[in-house]
């Protein structure tokens, strides 16, 4: 059974930081790409950032330079660092499989939320 345990979330100022974490557990951790999600009030959830298991990443065009993911494979954790915040990353944050197919296989778990103040 997978179990994807976020936290971090919190209330925070327009330009300010965050970072998230995720901790996984029921997979083998290092051979998965995992990815962060997230879903706004009334929107469908989308991918923002992805770690394949070679370590190489890739960001949605909202977020690239602002936030950065990164995983460690002891301690079966993904992370994502966000910088600058605006407004409208205002979301409940999810991380899951980095294929879309898989994550609906594992499930998700309660996420975390991030609020952005203007």
């Known amino acids: 059974q997978v179990q994807l345990v976020e936290s971090g979330g919190g209330l925070v100022q327009d330009g300010g930081s965050l970072r998230l974490s995720c901790a996984a557990s029921?997979?083998?951790?290092?051979?998965?790409?995992m990815g962060w999600y997230r879903q706004a009030p009334g929107k469908q959830r989308d991918l923002v950032a992805v770690?394949?298991?070679?370590?190489?990443?890739n960001y949605a065009d909202s977020v690239k330079g602002r936030f950065t993911i990164s995983r460690d494979n002891a301690k079966n954790t993904v992370y994502l660092q966000m910088h600058s915040l605006k407004p409208e990353d205002t979301a409940v944050y999810y991380c899951?499989?980095?294929?879309?197919?898989?994550?609906?296989?594992w499930g998700w778990g309660q996420g975390t939320q991030v609020t952005v103040s203007s």
């Open positions: 770690i394949f298991s070679t370590g190489s990443t």
């Open positions: 899951n499989a980095a294929q879309k197919n898989i994550a609906s296989i």
């Open positions: 029921g997979i083998i951790f290092s051979r998965q790409g």
